[in-house]
């Protein structure tokens, strides 16, 4: 007799205290919110879902030691104990000397931005991010992408999509020179990419390059534990490493970093700046001050910092960050039993539906990937996001962008939801996918000036 062979189970490293009750919605109730939220999933009221994939992005679940660390809150206006608990958190477990704590990431790419950004400078990075690049442009400066052309393909399984191409790099040093360039940045997870890692070996061959010519590395840290996850499993030399080991040496290689808390540092919200340079950190610490709070709070209470810092240390364990990744990579697999067309390899932080290939008769400036974000929301009252043509934008000069992936996200909150829900997830697209020759595309009647996929409203193209 054959038996199916036992698959070691990425089970949760944790139990289940308290639950949220979900309001179930019909197709009648959820064609109405839909309706009134213009076809944006960002205009959705939260009321109106059932399973909400929108974001990773503040939407984790405390945990029982994290609750406790709030009644810890030391709110005084200076000086926090809790600030100083942070700031020993993030330089032993992350490594960089310096913290200034903002209300979250792009508090911290704000201040960054402004600090070391001329006008007319050049900022190379592995694929560019939302806000990541606005901060840049609004510094004066050009963001150009030095990611490896295999990020930029759904079905190319390259274990480290995440990677810089260094060609591409030194050809952009030699065109404009080193002293235009104030530093790379680097993600680790490149978000844009569908969660894709950067290698040790690509980073410290970018630290080898880069300290030839003097220019600094900023690496956005928001899903660091994710990145170190993959290089433990898909990196020679790593798989006896502890992800803690892993996420120190990745920063190593960095001048500083910005971090967006609300992501693997499993707080709803929360972020900071860390540098080594202690120039750079007097600015910035005297900066903060006029954007975001006093350099000890940086617009957080002070339970906040500390929940970030317990929750900084549930994040580097590694039961934790295989878990979770295990969790996605459930439901990507699910997905790809019915077919639906993802981003291959699967990302650490949630499934990109490839939506150029999903609804391959509506054209790019027709919204693909918002019209399927829309549908699938109407199919079971389950939330995800557009990141495609809308996320991408305008350029300065009022062009669109138009990139390469058109995706939609299902982005998994941490520590939030079963492995029914992700059943139920999969088999919503899978029934979208069943009947997507029917679907039609969108028009764009409002756009926002910036960040537009947050508040654009679209309406429905004729049948
Ligand atoms: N990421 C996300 O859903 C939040 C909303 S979309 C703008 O993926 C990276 C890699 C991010 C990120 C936010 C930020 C900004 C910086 N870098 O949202 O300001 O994924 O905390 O961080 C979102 P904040």
Same mark, same amino acid.
């Given at each position: 007799m054959m038996h199916t062979p036992i698959k070691k189970s990425w089970a949760e490293p944790y139990k289940i205290k308290m639950v949220e009750l979900l309001k179930m919605t019909t197709k009648a109730q959820r064609k109405k919110a839909l309706l009134e939220a213009g076809y944006n999933t960002f205009l959705l009221r939260s009321e109106d879902l059932y399973i909400d994939l929108l974001t990773d992005s503040g939407t984790s679940a405390m945990s029982d030691h994290q609750w406790a660390g709030m009644m810890l809150g030391d709110e005084a $206006?200076?000086?926090?104990?809790?600030? $100083?608990?942070?700031?020993?958190?993030?330089?032993n477990i992350y490594g960089y000397k310096y913290l200034v704590p903002t209300h979250q990431g792009r508090g911290a790419e704000n201040i960054l931005s402004k600090i070391l950004i001329k006008k007319g400078d050049i900022i190379p990075g592995n694929m560019y991010f939302t806000t990541t690049r606005?901060?840049?442009?609004?510094?004066?400066?050009?963001?150009?992408?030095?990611?490896?052309?295999?990020?930029?393909? +759904?079905?190319?399984?390259? +274990?480290?999509?995440?990677?810089?191409?260094?060609?591409?790099?030194?050809?952009?040093?030699? !065109?404009?020179?080193?002293?235009?360039?104030?530093?790379?940045?680097?993600?680790?997870?490149?978000?844009?990419?569908?969660?894709q890692p950067i290698s040790m070996k690509n980073l410290k061959e970018l630290r080898t390059l880069t300290n030839k010519?003097?220019?600094r590395i900023i690496h956005d840290m928001t899903r660091v534990a994710e990145n170190a996850h993959f290089i433990q499993q898909r990196e020679k030399g790593y798989q006896h490493k502890s992800i803690r080991d892993i996420v120190k040496e990745i920063n190593s290689y960095t001048d500083g970093a910005t971090m967006s808390a609300k992501k693997d540092a499993l707080v709803n919200i929360g972020g900071f700046l860390a540098v080594?340079?202690?120039?750079?950190?007097?600015?910035?610490?005297?900066?903060?001050?006029? $954007?975001?709070?006093?350099?000890?709070?940086?617009?957080?209470?002070?339970?906040?910092?500390?929940?970030?810092?317990i929750g900084i240390m549930e994040s580097i364990n590694d039961d934790h960050i295989h878990a979770r990744v295990g969790q996605v990579v459930y439901l990507g697999e699910k997905m790809i039993s019915y077919g639906v067309p993802i981003v291959k390899p699967i990302g650490g932080h949630g499934i990109f539906v490839d939506a150029k290939k999903f609804l391959p008769h509506i054209p790019q400036d027709q919204f693909p990937a918002q019209t399927l974000a829309a549908e699938v929301y109407l199919d079971s009252g389950v939330r995800t996001m557009e990141r495609g043509v809308v996320s991408a934008g305008r350029k300065a000069n009022g062009e669109n962008y138009y990139p390469k992936l058109e995706l939609v996200r299902f982005t998994i909150p941490r520590r939030v939801y079963t492995q029914a829900h992700m059943?139920?997830?999969?088999?919503?697209?899978?029934?979208?996918?069943?009947?997507?020759?029917?679907?039609?595309?969108? !028009?764009?009647? $409002?756009?926002?000036?910036?960040?537009?996929?947050?508040?654009a409203r679209f309406e429905q193209l004729p049948k």
């Amino acid at each position: 007799m054959m038996h199916t062979p036992i698959k070691k189970s990425w089970a949760e490293p944790y139990k289940i205290k308290m639950v949220e009750l979900l309001k179930m919605t019909t197709k009648a109730q959820r064609k109405k919110a839909l309706l009134e939220a213009g076809y944006n999933t960002f205009l959705l009221r939260s009321e109106d879902l059932y399973i909400d994939l929108l974001t990773d992005s503040g939407t984790s679940a405390m945990s029982d030691h994290q609750w406790a660390g709030m009644m810890l809150g030391d709110e005084a $206006y200076a000086g926090s104990r809790n600030f $100083y608990h942070l700031e020993e958190v993030v330089r032993n477990i992350y490594g960089y000397k310096y913290l200034v704590p903002t209300h979250q990431g792009r508090g911290a790419e704000n201040i960054l931005s402004k600090i070391l950004i001329k006008k007319g400078d050049i900022i190379p990075g592995n694929m560019y991010f939302t806000t990541t690049r606005l901060h840049q442009e609004l510094a004066g400066g050009k963001f150009e992408d030095i990611i490896i052309d295999e990020a930029h393909d +759904p079905e190319n399984e390259f +274990p480290f999509k995440g990677n810089v191409d260094l060609d591409k790099l030194e050809k952009l040093i030699k !065109k404009h020179g080193a002293a235009k360039i104030p530093y790379i940045s680097i993600a680790t997870s490149v978000n844009m990419a569908g969660g894709q890692p950067i290698s040790m070996k690509n980073l410290k061959e970018l630290r080898t390059l880069t300290n030839k010519h003097g220019i600094r590395i900023i690496h956005d840290m928001t899903r660091v534990a994710e990145n170190a996850h993959f290089i433990q499993q898909r990196e020679k030399g790593y798989q006896h490493k502890s992800i803690r080991d892993i996420v120190k040496e990745i920063n190593s290689y960095t001048d500083g970093a910005t971090m967006s808390a609300k992501k693997d540092a499993l707080v709803n919200i929360g972020g900071f700046l860390a540098v080594n340079e202690w120039d750079v950190f007097e600015e910035a610490r005297n900066m903060v001050v006029v $954007y975001e709070g006093l350099h000890t709070y940086g617009g957080l209470a002070g339970r906040d910092m500390e929940a970030m810092a317990i929750g900084i240390m549930e994040s580097i364990n590694d039961d934790h960050i295989h878990a979770r990744v295990g969790q996605v990579v459930y439901l990507g697999e699910k997905m790809i039993s019915y077919g639906v067309p993802i981003v291959k390899p699967i990302g650490g932080h949630g499934i990109f539906v490839d939506a150029k290939k999903f609804l391959p008769h509506i054209p790019q400036d027709q919204f693909p990937a918002q019209t399927l974000a829309a549908e699938v929301y109407l199919d079971s009252g389950v939330r995800t996001m557009e990141r495609g043509v809308v996320s991408a934008g305008r350029k300065a000069n009022g062009e669109n962008y138009y990139p390469k992936l058109e995706l939609v996200r299902f982005t998994i909150p941490r520590r939030v939801y079963t492995q029914a829900h992700m059943d139920v997830i999969a088999e919503s697209t899978a029934r979208v996918y069943e009947r997507r020759h029917k679907i039609n595309g969108l !028009k764009m009647i $409002y756009e926002p000036k910036y960040l537009r996929f947050f508040q654009a409203r679209f309406e429905q193209l004729p049948k």
